[in-house]
């Protein structure tokens, strides 16, 4: 009987890795489709990786510290439809150090943890028979024990991902209307209050939902403004094209286009087409401008905002376009400023408020049974009447459970347990403070430092986050980086900035600035400071 032939997901920052594990599998008997192996220089790699795909007997998916790309969402949506047609196809997640887990794969019952350096010979023997579709056998049981340790079910501060979509409840009725809003309007705006979940409605909510249309293919790109749009809209774009581009031509690129965008030499649903090329069969793309409250809070060149609106309702006329934006609810009164957009606001809007009881109840209980978490029932009923229908507190229970979950060891949530994190109202400044403590003197300095270039201060709104890149940052402010952005800890969110290579910085929700005491009191005694940096980097531009 031939060994079945395993295909090898990975996202391109994860190639060396990925290469090793293919290396390691290989050394296993195991034959293995590695992309950099099989794909004939000139042959469509796009038709090659499809048929791959379709006669695999086995998928194995690589999560880094940048979780899922673009294209291993895709080969990740083909694996799990094989496997709800009825195939037997073993899939077996491999998760890197500072992973944060899928959850919509916590159901599979056997993940490999592995290091960079592919070392774990034990591990690589687990892996191998989870691929083989043989069962671990009772001296592997503890790395198949290990490898699922850590995988909470709470996101805690951060977004829902669409690889998280089968543990987003709550919110159907709200992705089914904005579902059907897309149907008759080529632009939405999904407008809340910060904190209501507009990211993870669209993100886990509607993005799955468009990937399982039976009459539509769906691309999605997504993007968050930051303090030039039109040029995170041109990184976004040169990231779906995977050209193999150096660092220097990349930037350049993406300074070239981000160019020509404002100045109208070059049509947004040009560059849509030339995405849309890059996978053939798709039909439709999803343009997702995440927080776009940064267009009005971050940007301060006015003609670039506004060429920024017209570029993506340019880009919305293409029958093959859809734009769907997130807005806080504080900055709608810059949308309707935009006499181009006015007319059109009424009927392409969806308001997200606040969950509903039972709505709340769901999202506590349903992901803790689906990972045999038991939940006492008083605890529940008190966690929905402290959330209560205050818009933005959402981030508050969330992050409650998390802190719970990895109190409890994931196995009961009681009231001892709740008030052991600091309940709702203290959680997020109880794990803060725990967190800051930790730091050494040089340390707390340089967090200082660094949560002043993370906040923007509000001017008749709320206070926003404010990205922050770290190029050759000093080694007190990277250890206070790593810390803070750990999994037991997520106060901060790390990324790369593809233009420049460097580290970008962003603080893991709005929630955070109000609640931990000591980021408040901060920001209230360097307000008058933070506001004229702002004016003053508005008039050097």
């Not at 009825?86 to 500072?98: C, Q």
């Not at 509607?206 to 993007?223: C, E, G, S, T, Y």
């Not at 039972?358 to 008083?378: M, Q, T």
Request: aromatic content about 6%; hydrophobic content about 45%; charged content about 30%.
């Amino acid at each position: 009987m031939a060994q079945p032939e395993v295909f090898l997901s990975y996202r391109s920052s994860d190639r060396v890795v990925a290469e090793r594990i293919a290396q390691a599998l290989r050394g296993k008997g195991l034959r293995v489709f590695f992309d950099q192996w099989w794909l004939t220089p000139g042959r469509d790699w796009r038709a090659a990786l499809e048929q791959a795909m379709a006669r695999c007997s086995a998928f194995a998916v690589l999560i880094g510290p940048r979780g899922l790309g673009p294209w291993q969402q895709r080969e990740v949506s083909l694996a799990l439809l094989r496997v709800d047609r009825g195939e037997a196809l073993p899939i077996v997640p491999i998760r890197l150090p500072n992973a944060d887990a899928p959850l919509s794969l916590l159901d599979l019952q056997q993940w490999v943890s592995l290091d960079e350096a592919v070392s774990d010979e034990r591990a690589l023997e687990l892996l191998a028979r989870g691929l083989r579709g043989e069962p671990p056998g009772p001296e592997l049981d503890a790395e198949l024990r290990e490898g699922r340790a850590g995988l909470c079910p709470f996101r805690g501060l951060l977004a829902f991902r669409e690889e998280d979509a089968a543990f987003f409840v709550g919110r159907e009725e709200a992705t089914a209307q904005l579902r059907r809003k897309l149907e008759v309007q080529s632009f939405v705006a999904v407008v809340g209050a910060s904190g209501t979940g507009k990211s993870s409605l669209v993100h886990a909510g509607l993005v799955p939902a468009l990937r399982r249309d039976p009459k539509l293919i769906w691309d999605v790109i997504a993007l968050v403004p930051d303090k030039r749009p039109l040029h995170s809209l041109a990184a976004a774009l040169l990231d779906r094209l995977r050209a193999q581009w150096q660092r220097d031509e990349l930037r350049d690129r993406i300074e070239d286009w981000g160019g020509k965008l404002l100045r109208g030499e070059i049509p947004l649903a040009e560059l849509c087409g030339d995405a849309l090329r890059e996978q053939p069969g798709t039909e439709r793309l999803l343009l997702f401008v995440d927080q776009f409250e940064e267009t009005f809070a971050l940007c301060q060149d006015q003609a670039m905002r506004e060429r920024f609106l017209a570029v993506l309702l340019e880009a919305a006329q293409d029958p093959r376009v859809r734009v769907v934006l997130t807005l806080r609810a504080d900055f709608y009164g810059h949308l309707q400023a935009y006499r181009p957009l006015t007319a059109r606001l009424d009927d392409c809007v969806v308001n997200v408020g606040p969950l509903d009881a039972d709505e709340l109840e769901r999202v506590i209980v349903e992901p803790a049974r689906k990972v045999g978490l038991e939940v006492e029932d008083a605890l529940v009923a008190a966690l929905v009447k402290g959330v209560g229908e205050e818009p933005g507190r959402l981030p508050l229970l969330q992050f409650v459970l998390e802190q719970m979950w990895r109190e409890s060891g994931g196995r009961r949530f009681d009231h001892a347990t709740y008030d052991a994190v600091g309940g709702l109202e203290k959680a997020i400044a109880h794990r803060a403070e725990q967190v800051f403590a930790e730091l050494s003197e040089s340390q707390k300095q340089a967090a200082t430092t660094l949560f002043l270039r993370l906040v923007q201060v509000g001017e008749g709104t709320r206070d926003t986050r404010e990205r922050a890149l770290l190029a050759g940052a000093d080694p007190a402010l990277r250890s206070v980086v790593e810390r803070l952005a750990r999994g037991d800890a997520r106060l901060l969110v790390t990324s790369r900035d593809e233009g420049s290579g460097a580290d970008a910085i962003e603080i893991s929700h709005e929630a955070l600035i109000p609640s931990w005491t000591w980021l408040r009191e901060l920001v209230q005694q360097n307000r008058q400071f933070l506001a004229w940096r702002k004016h003053t980097r508005a008039a050097v531009r």
